[in-house]
């Protein structure tokens, strides 16, 4: 059973930049496809960005195309998030799961597909 925890949050201004981590022990990670959610108060979990199994396919909500990037090291067991030109709407705690189908390469976008969520890490946008 693979165990993640999420870092890299913060208060930042609106145009700023973060990068979030999501690190795992547990399981064999690098055979997991991997994705970020965000959830804000009162919120449906909703999906951010998706990375496939080896690294090679990328997928991103279109609210944040064009500016996050989702990575992963394999190496590291470590899945990245890197947030750029960040608006008050994205403020929410964000989290990492793997998809519970191992060597998964098309894009999962629904939050029920993964399992074995971190604790989440708060991300706050001020205007």
């Known amino acids: 059973q693979v165990q993640l925890v999420e870092s890299g949050g913060g208060l930042v201004q609106a145009g700023g930049s973060l990068r979030l981590s999501c690190a795992a022990s547990?399981?064999?990670?690098?055979?997991?496809?991997m994705g970020w959610f965000r959830q804000a108060p009162g919120k449906e979990r909703t999906f951010v960005a998706f990375?496939?199994?080896?690294?090679?396919?990328?997928d991103y909500a279109d609210s944040v195309k064009g500016r996050f990037t989702i990575s992963r090291d394999n190496a590291k067991n470590t899945v990245y998030l890197q947030m750029n030109t960040l608006k008050p709407e994205d403020t929410a705690v964000y989290y990492c799961?793997?998809?519970?189908?191992?060597?998964?390469?098309?894009?999962?976008?629904?939050?029920?597909?993964?399992?074995?969520w971190g604790q989440g890490t708060q991300v706050t946008v001020s205007s």
């Open positions: 990375i496939s199994w080896r690294g090679g396919r990328t």
């Open positions: 547990g399981g064999t990670f690098s055979s997991y496809a």
């Open positions: 799961a793997p998809v519970r189908r191992r060597y998964t390469t098309v894009p999962v976008t629904n939050r029920n597909e993964y399992d074995s």
